[in-house]
């Protein structure tokens, strides 16, 4: 019998805060690539995402079953590659209706991507959008 069980929300709020409020000057830097990697907060995405993952309470099995993202430690990369990023502001702007052309991406080892957005201010609350490999939008969590 599967069970499911969702992304605990209180890892999740772990740190992001400190993720927007960490060098929000540098965020605001315009970028040549959709791939944003820098500034503290491409590190410290992959960092809290594998965290997160590494949380034995979420059910793997049943994440697989479904198509969702699963992967756990080395496996959660911050992605660099032009065209994934490229594919990554292009699904984030057609989920959200923003016109963003730069974004966070973490690869989920070869299951998908988690995609964050510029911050625009400090303060501001994070939300991170969870896609599969054919970038088909799976959640979104506001952190």
Not at 17 to 38: E, K
Not at 102 to 122: C, D, E, F, K, R
Request: with cysteine; proline share 5%; glycine share 8%.
């Amino acid at each position: 019998m599967l069970r499911s069980r969702p992304i605990p929300r209180s890892l999740v709020a772990i740190g992001w805060s400190t993720l927007l409020s960490a060098s929000l000057a540098t965020a605001l830097v315009g970028q040549n690539s959709p791939c944003r990697t820098d500034d503290p907060n491409a590190g410290a995405l992959v960092g809290k995402l594998r965290l997160l993952y590494s949380d034995r309470s979420i059910d793997s099995t049943y994440w697989h079953q479904v198509g969702f993202p699963y992967a756990t430690g080395a496996a959660i990369q911050l992605a660099t590659k032009h065209n994934v990023c490229s594919a990554a502001v292009t699904a984030f702007n057609a989920q959200t209706g923003a016109s963003v052309s730069s974004v966070y991406v973490a690869l989920i080892g070869n299951t998908g991507y988690v995609v964050m957005s510029p911050p625009t201010q400090a303060g501001k609350v994070t939300v991170l959008y969870w896609f599969d490999t054919s970038w088909v939008f799976r959640q979104a969590m506001a952190g």
